[in-house]
Structure formats: structure tokens, C-alpha cells
């Protein structure tokens, strides 16, 4: 069974039906870390997964999936933060292109700051920010022992419970009878992030190039050079 709606990347259906266990595994995996997985469907594909499970319509051992979801969601913050001690703060330098945007990773960093090390759990539970947030907590320097303490416990959290509320849900007879339509409202709440930040980004680029436009008129903020800006001061 294969939803028509979307692109096939947002059909958690389609993925796992295409690439089966191992290839949930691989996305769970880049979207934990890797700058290029913060677009892909994370929660939709867990909870999936145990809806299919249980429905008996993917052939593959609850628990076993729970225990491979658990140990790539981990694996994926590891990556990450390792990346993350590698690069430094050149990852803030780092020019915008179509995979990576400088504000995801303000964003992660912000969030960062805000919870500390418990923030490596909550971000879990954030699309876009769960890739970032073990990047930022190599970048910052976080304690080694501290990261895999808490990376362990968010990576459990996530994926066994994600996991089993989609498996739980699969027990109850209305999902279970109209399973298809379900999981094309997962494909819809997994679309919502992400038309979320393009409209964002939409808006704080139209308001940068409104900034830009009024700073260039002459007597606007930016025309003064800055040695006289600074001899003013004086």
C-alpha cells in the first residue's frame, strides 16, 4: 500500500515499504546527526513502524525494531557530536546553501544554551533541532561522559516510545480499520514542521531585505562610516 500524496520521502509508508527495516534504520540514523538529515521524517517513520508491526503488515519483531531504533538514534547523536568537536566553531561560518541553513544551527545552539545537557532528550522530540542540538553540544565541548549519559537516555525515550505508540495504537480496532487514512494524517503532520520553517524563513527574509532597503536610503542607520561612528562615542 503506497499513499499517494507528497513526495515519497514524506511517505513513511512508501519508505518502509521500499527500503524496509534496514533503510528506517539508516534515515533514523542521518536524521540523529547528519547535517543532511534534518529534512526527513523521523517521528512519522517510528510511529509508522509500529502501526505496520502490529497490523502485521511489516514482518519484522516489535522489540527487535525497537532495540535497532534505539541503537541508530544513538549512534546518529554520536556522529553528530563528534562532527560537531571536528569542525568547531567554523560550523557558524559555515555559507547557507540548499541543504544547510545558518539559522537551524543558531537555532539548535539557542536551545542548547536555554536546557543544557538535558536538551540532547528534548530535542529528540523537535524536527529539524534533533539534528542540530548533538552537533552544537560537540561544538560547545560538552563533557564526553555527560553527552553519552544523556544521548543514551534521549535516543530510548524517542525511539522505543514513538515506536510502541504507534504499535499501541495499531491495537485499537478503528485505527486498525482505517490504517491507510491514518497514516496519510502522519504524511500531514509530518509536512507541518516543515511548511513551518519556510514560511519563517520566508518572513525574516522579507524583513532583512526591507532592513537592507531602509539602511541603504541616505541619513539611514548604516551611513556612517565606523571611525566616525566611533569618534562620536568619544
Known amino acids: 500500500m503506497t499513499l499517494a ?22 534515515i533514523v540514523f542521518a536524521e540523529s546527526g547528519l547535517l ?4 526527513l521524517p523521523g517521528d512519522s517513520l517510528l510511529f509508522t513502524t509500529g502501526l505496520l508491526i502490529t497490523s502485521k503488515q511489516l514482518d519484522f519483531p516489535l522489540w527487535g525494531a525497537i532495540g535497532l531504533i534505539c541503537l ?6 554520536q556522529a553528530g557530536y563528534m562532527f560537531g568537536k571536528k569542525v568547531g566553531p567554523s560550523l557558524f561560518k559555515r555559507e547557507d546553501s540548499r541543504l544547510f541553513k545558518q539559522e537551524n544551527v543558531t537555532k539548535a545552539h539557542e536551545f542548547f544554551e536555554k536546557h543544557g545537557p538535558k536538551s540532547l532528550v528534548l530535542a529528540r522530540f523537535v ?20 553527552f553519552l549519559t544523556f544521548n543514551v537516555i534521549g535516543g530510548v525515550l524517542w525511539g522505543a516510545g514513538v515506536t510502541l505508540l504507534g504499535s499501541w495504537l495499531g491495537n485499537i480496532a478503528f485505527v486498525h ?25 520566508r518572513g525574516k527574509s522579507k524583513k532583512e531585505a526591507a532592513r537592507s532597503a531602509q539602511s541603504g536610503e541616505p541619513g539611514g542607520p548604516d551611513e ?3 571611525a566616525r561612528r566611533r569618534h562620536a562615542k568619544r
Open 72 to 77: 541508530a538514534a544513538i549512534l546518529g547523536d
Open 36 to 39: 543532511i538529515g534534518f529534512f
Open 5 to 26: 500524496l507528497g513526495p515519497s520521502w514524506l511517505d513513511p509508508d512508501y519508505l518502509l515499504n521500499t527500503f524496509g527495516i534496514w533503510g528506517l534504520l539508516l
Open 177 to 201: 480499520k482505517n490504517i491507510e487514512a491514518i497514516l496519510i494524517l502522519i504524511v500531514l503532520i509530518s509536512v507541518v514542521p516543515i511548511a513551518i520553517e519556510f514560511l519563517r524563513a
Open 224 to 226: 556612517t562610516p565606523p
Open 127 to 146: 524536527p529539524i533541532v534533533r539534528t542540530f542540538t548533538p552537533i552544537i553540544a560537540g561544538v560547545s565541548g560538552m563533557r564526553y561522559r555527560s
